[in-house]
């Protein structure tokens, strides 16, 4: 190996090396210019090239490395000797070992200047060093790289510059930050390469022998395809001798074919396949992905309150364990032979117990705590904080399963991307995954053994830590919790499984987890309580001066408060609160001290001492803003959560303020910063002065929003807001509520304001104020129980008006409209005089929105599939209508003219072919079948059940929809009603005889390739006609009298007899 020198003259010298002894050396990697220009080994040995433009390199590496203290540096262009075909196949070849072992390496971007306006973030992630063949190794051999600019400026490291550079390549963190490359498949490496270039084809494939570990000889002129067969054979035969725990290969093919099941240890069938074959298989994985997540998955985690520093820090560290109260935490985390796979963190409620779950989450050491039990083995990990005050998603079992899926198949894509096919079941692949426009629908089974095939299939190559916070939060019955458990005993018994638990001391629980580890919280965070305590107080400067002063007092003071907390955290936060508040309003020590008296030692009862202290003139704002809180969205799948911006339309005090003749709602006053600002501004305010401390405001992404924070001690929160609320600096976001909310927000708008979330300090907080008791006072205050899911349409309907006038508001008016039109659905509302005011109101923006909206950008969940077919049925407002069965508004807005002009999609088949039929039930806050007193009323206004659509007519299209759902199985009551609408069809002229052609199996299910109920096999999709088919008695029931061969109503309906009964004689007889 041959290292350059800068001499003390200012001059480069070679120095050849042979052997390992190899002194410490920088090494530099950039982009080669024109080869004219790039100083060669022939001119450095000749004291040549000054001239060059390349020259100045070569000075900024060797000038760096003295900087670093290091007296030799590499560099590509000149320490080779590219005349000798043996030295540059032997440099090629060790090239990935020789940045590997570099004690610098400094990545210089040509194209990075600092001098010009363009954010230094957008040029380093356009830097064409990005999308060379030769910087992929350069980039991931090194220990570290320091980037730097054309002027020599250092840029960052890549750990600083990690965001950027996964934008840029697309290769993961975890390779990033140095796991070791043979954990990933072959596939994921391949996939870096997707892109890059080289000068040379060969060296397309010559570029990846360090990511492979393997060697070639180098054969200039053999072309790009060529090579890439013979890399190909190197890692094949590198895999079968490889001594690192085997790999899964699949069968790589030029088709992109899944594997068969087993040929993960049969090598025959590899061959080679180019990096961009591999996007059929990377689109699925994503679209499967895409099933598997849902709003709120990782939000609970993102909420649990970070320990206080110093805390907790025992749990992972032996030396500081409370071994006399529990079992060894790390022991079982890294122990091989460890047999009991699950550790059980117990408490009772405010103990600590989420926070302690975060704390191990973040901190935990991959290397020294489950390295030792994985034996080299790829870790996977995943998580899941249940909540109980969430929505649906983070309280059940599919939803743990979901989010414990999506975090296995995302590591999975990284490490094994051929194997996922084969996990998941095929049927649900072939017809589900990989249609660009279908949608998944998991049902609990399904999710629960495809997590069992992901177990099964990594436990060849793999280990899987889960980490799973607050059981107790499980929304259900004994069962319920019961079937959890049995599921959780079943994952542990796989021997590469390990699962830490947490959940409150309940009976269930103690007697499924007696025989295994544990820790119970409140027995050993004695310490951690004192910490937080002494840290909370001390943070106040006044009580800093108490200390220094009053030491004995001052350090009583906070003995007593840690010695009456009992292990329990909640109390200790809500207590330190109080006392920080006393302070800043001048209390001094003995006083502090008689108010700790006076605060029970009781967690309810100091709660109850708290609600009791709420000024008499503000409980009924208090009694609506907690009320309100509380209101917990449980018909919808997914739960719209409480912003700090729902609660700022609490003046009027009423459920349903837009009826009010006082209320003037101004779109303005959320639109303009200004004026969005002070209206978030004085909720805020009202929130804390009214709540006592029991909700609290927070950031989705930042820290929590405190008012009580010591950083606003002395400044008013009017003067901050009139200091910051016109300021156009970039806000540096922190705890402080006025820097965090006001700056925030004033700096943004209405979009960034949606990240300002409403929810109670803790479970508890809730639990206490769902007792009879304080419910009683609650609504005692309000004057009886307030309407809160009305208020929040109302309040949701301000908010969606406003954002349907800003274009970057769009995509969150969308799912604000899902929202609104689902709770107008409710059976409470839907025939209100409210609900057909609040429609009416909403009708004329929602029109605005759709015409400006892309509907293929889609999230929001229950409207979805009416937005999706929006154009091609010629839906609106009205139809949206029918969909949901907002009934007093049809009443008083559909007419007879509108269902003549209406052009597209008959209203007649939104009635008969119900938007929500077949949908799961989480999923269905609409119609799911015939509204039989709608469809009387829509017939009597004229609509003709002979329209022409689809190739068919709503009548014939009905007909089809009957035979699929007694087929696959309807309840008697639905039947019934089925069995109406066909009555009523008949009544009002439903021809006698329908031409076979309507009947086919494609156009009846145009409306319908969402719904799993329809998701048949491809036979009876193809096939032309259904009542043949199921019926085959029915060909000789063929009308040959016409045109077309027809069939007659009275034959078809005698095929629903063993369904319908002699009801099938009473239709018949209409038909005369």
């Known amino acids: 190996m041959r290292l350059l020198k800068l001499d003390s003259n200012g001059s480069f010298g070679l120095v050849e090396f042979t052997g390992d002894v190899v002194p410490p050396y920088a090494i530099l990697s950039h982009t080669w210019g024109a080869d004219a220009e790039e100083v060669t080994f022939h001119e450095v040995a000749a004291g040549l090239g000054q001239h060059k433009s390349g020259y100045r390199k070569l000075v900024f590496c060797g000038t760096q490395a003295l900087q670093d203290g290091l007296s030799f540096f590499w560099v590509d262009t000149c320490c080779i000797d590219k005349s000798s075909s043996a030295e540059l196949t032997e440099a090629i070849n060790s090239m990935f070992r020789w940045y590997q072992e570099a004690a610098r390496c400094y990545a210089y971007l040509s194209d990075v200047c600092t001098g010009i306006s363009l954010q230094h973030q957008q040029q380093i992630e356009n830097s064409t060093w990005f999308r060379r063949g030769w910087t992929l190794q350069e980039l991931l051999a090194p220990k570290s790289v320091l980037f730097y600019s054309a002027e020599g400026t250092l840029l960052g490291s890549r750990a600083s510059l990690l965001q950027e550079i996964e934008a ?116 699925s994985t994503q679209r499967l992905l895409d099933s598997l997540y849902y709003n709120g998955l990782e939000e609970r985690q993102h909420q649990v309150r970070e320990a206080q520093i110093g805390t907790y820090e025992w749990i992972l560290y032996p030396q500081l364990e409370h071994s006399a109260s529990g079992n060894s935490f790390t022991q079982w985390l890294s122990s091989p032979l460890e047999a009991k796979r699950i550790y059980w963190i117990c408490g009772k409620p405010g103990s600590g117990k989420s926070t302690m779950m975060r704390f191990i989450h973040d901190n935990i050491d991959v290397r020294h705590h489950l390295e030792p039990w994985a034996c080299n083995k790829i870790i996977f990990r995943a998580q899941y904080f249940f909540w109980n005050p969430g929505s649906e998603m983070q309280k059940s079992i599919v939803g743990l399963l979901r989010a414990l899926l999506y975090q296995l198949i995302s ?18 692949w072939t017809a589900n995954i990989t249609a660009d426009n279908a949608a998944v629908y998991w049902i609990q089974r399904d999710l629960q053994i495809t997590l069992h095939k992901v177990l099964r299939c990594i436990r060849t190559f793999g280990t899987v830590f889960f980490l799973i916070d607050g059981l107790d939060e499980l929304s259900g019955t004994d069962e319920t919790r019961d079937e959890l458990l049995h599921y959780l005993f079943d994952m542990a ?74 292990g329990v955290f909640l109390w200790v936060r809500l207590v330190v609160r109080q006392l920080l508040a006393r302070i800043r309003d001048g209390d001094g020590i003995n006083k502090l001290s008689k108010q700790l008296d006076l605060i029970p030692g009781d967690l309810n009862c100091y709660m109850k001492q708290m609600f009791d202290s709420i000024p008499l003139e503000r409980r009924y704002e208090s009694s609506v803003i907690l009320q309100i809180a509380l209101y917990e969205e449980s018909d919808f799948a997914t739960l719209h959560p409480l912003y700090l911006l729902d609660l700022s339309f609490h003046e009027s005090g009423q459920a349903c303020f837009l009826l009010s003749k006082d209320h003037d709602f101004d779109s303005a006053t959320l639109t303009e910063r200004n004026s969005l600002s002070f209206c978030l501004d004085s909720t805020l ?58 700056f925030f927000i004033a700096q943004y708008g209405l979009h960034e304001a949606k990240e300002l979330r409403v929810d109670f300090f803790h479970r508890t907080c809730r639990d ?107 839906s609106s407002f009205m139809t949206l209508s029918i969909d949901f069965g907002l009934r007093s508004y049809l009443r008083g807005h559909l007419t007879s003219q509108y269902i003549r002009d209406k052009e597209g999609r008959p209203v007649l088949d939104y009635i008969l072919r119900p938007r929500f039929l077949g949908m799961r039930k989480h999923m269905s806050t609409g119609n799911s079948e015939p509204d039989l007193e709608f469809l009387r009323t829509v017939l009597s206004m004229g609509a003709d059940p002979n329209e022409a659509y689809q190739a068919s007519s709503v009548w014939a299209l009905y007909l089809c929809l009957f035979a699929d759902l007694i087929t696959h199985g309807l309840a008697k009551e639905q039947i019934s009603v089925y069995a109406a609408a066909l009555g009523c069809m008949i009544q009002a002229g439903a021809s006698t005889s329908i031409p076979k052609s309507w009947l086919s199996a494609r156009v009846a299910y145009d409306c319908y390739l969402y719904m799993p109920l329809f998701q048949e096999n491809s036979k009876v999709v193809s096939n032309n006609d259904r009542f043949a088919m199921r019926w085959p008695g029915i060909e000789n029931a063929t009308d040959f009298c016409r045109d077309a061969p027809h069939y007659a109503v009275r034959d078809l309906l005698e095929r629903f007899r063993p369904q319908l009964g002699t009801n099938v004689d009473d239709l018949k007889a209409l038909l005369h």
């Open 685 to 742: 305010r009202l929130l804390n002065s009214c709540c006592m401390g029991l909700l609290e405001c927070y950031h989705l992404h930042e820290d929590l929003l405190d008012v009580d924070d010591e950083d606003v001690s002395n400044t008013s929160l009017a003067t901050k807001f009139s200091e910051n609320i016109l300021d156009t600096e970039e806000p540096k976001l922190g705890k402080d509520v006025e820097h965090s909310s006001h």
């Open 168 to 283: 840029a390549t697309g290769i993961c963190s975890s390779a990033l930050q140095g796991e070791p490359l043979h954990q990933f498949s072959v596939e994921t490496r391949l996939s870096w390469a997707e892109g890059r270039v080289t000068k040379r084809a060969e060296d397309a494939a010559y570029c990846l022998l360090g990511i492979f570990d393997v060697n070639l000889p180098l054969i200039y002129g053999e072309g790009r395809r060529k090579a890439f067969i013979r890399l190909h054979r190197e890692i094949r035969d590198s895999i079968r001798s490889q001594t690192y725990p085997p790999y899964q290969v699949p069968s790589i093919t030029s088709t992109g074919a899944a594997p068969s099941r087993g040929a993960s240890t049969d090598l025959r069938g590899l061959s080679f396949v180019e990096p961009s074959s591999l996007q059929h298989i990377k689109d």
């Open 768 to 874: 206490f104020l769902l007792t009879p008791d304080i419910q009683a006072l609650l609504h005692e205050q309000s004057q009886g129980p307030f309407d809160a899911q009305m208020y929040l349409v109302n309040a949701r309907i301000c908010q969606f008006v406003a954002m349907t006038q800003m274009e970057d508001c769009h995509h969150e008016a969308m799912e604000l409209a899902s929202n609104i039109v689902s709770s107008l659905a409710r059976p409470a509302y839907r025939d209100s005089k409210e609900s057909a005011y609040l429609a009416a109101l909403f009708e004329t923006s929602f029109e605005t929105l759709m015409r400006v909206y892309d509907a293929e950008e889609s999230s929001a969940s229950y409207i979805m599939t009416s937005v999706e077919s929006w154009e091609s049925e010629r």
């Open 493 to 566: 018994n796989l021997d590469h499984v390990k699962i830490c638990l947490s959940s409150r001391p309940w009976n269930s629980f103690r007697d499924a987890f007696q025989d295994y580890p544990y820790i119970r919280l409140e027995d050993v965070t004695h310490n951690d309580i004192k910490l937080f305590i002494e840290a909370q107080l001390s943070s106040q400067v006044r009580f800093r001066h108490m200390l220094h002063h009053q030491q004995h007092s001052a350090e009583q003071l906070m003995a007593e408060i840690s010695e009456r907390a009992s």
């Open 411 to 428: 590591q999975l894509r990284l490490h094994r991307p051929m194997l996922i096919p084969e996990i998941v079941d095929r049927a649900l």
